[in-house]
């Protein structure tokens, strides 16, 4: 939701682990958008680790629920 420039804070999330993975491990999430609605986003991310053969294997799957406000997305930064 925050790529769409509107603030879209996490209502609910739920998340399921598939199979684990080791340090070094090569890992791509792909994110859908399944329904968008004036203030309501619906959203699945599934998270693939690759092999060195290129061969996908799931790792977790998460679905998530935002608010999408009327205000905009600021990247805020802190100082550390």
């Known amino acids: 939701a925050n790529s769409c420039?509107?603030?879209g804070p996490g209502i609910g999330t739920s998340m399921s682990s598939l199979a684990?993975?080791?340090e070094g491990d090569r890992v791509i999430a792909r994110?859908?958008?399944l329904k968008r609605s004036q203030h309501i986003g619906f959203y699945?991310?599934?998270v693939m680790r690759v092999?060195?053969?290129g061969r996908e294997t799931p790792v977790?799957?998460?679905s998530g629920t935002v608010y999408i406000r009327?205000?905009?997305y600021r990247l805020h930064r802190r100082d550390v």
């Open 5 to 7: 420039g509107s603030l």
């Open 20 to 22: 684990g993975g080791l």
């Open 31 to 33: 994110a859908r958008e």
């Open 44 to 46: 699945e991310v599934d």
């Open 51 to 53: 092999g060195i053969d």
């Open 60 to 62: 977790a799957t998460l």
């Open 70 to 72: 009327s205000e905009p």
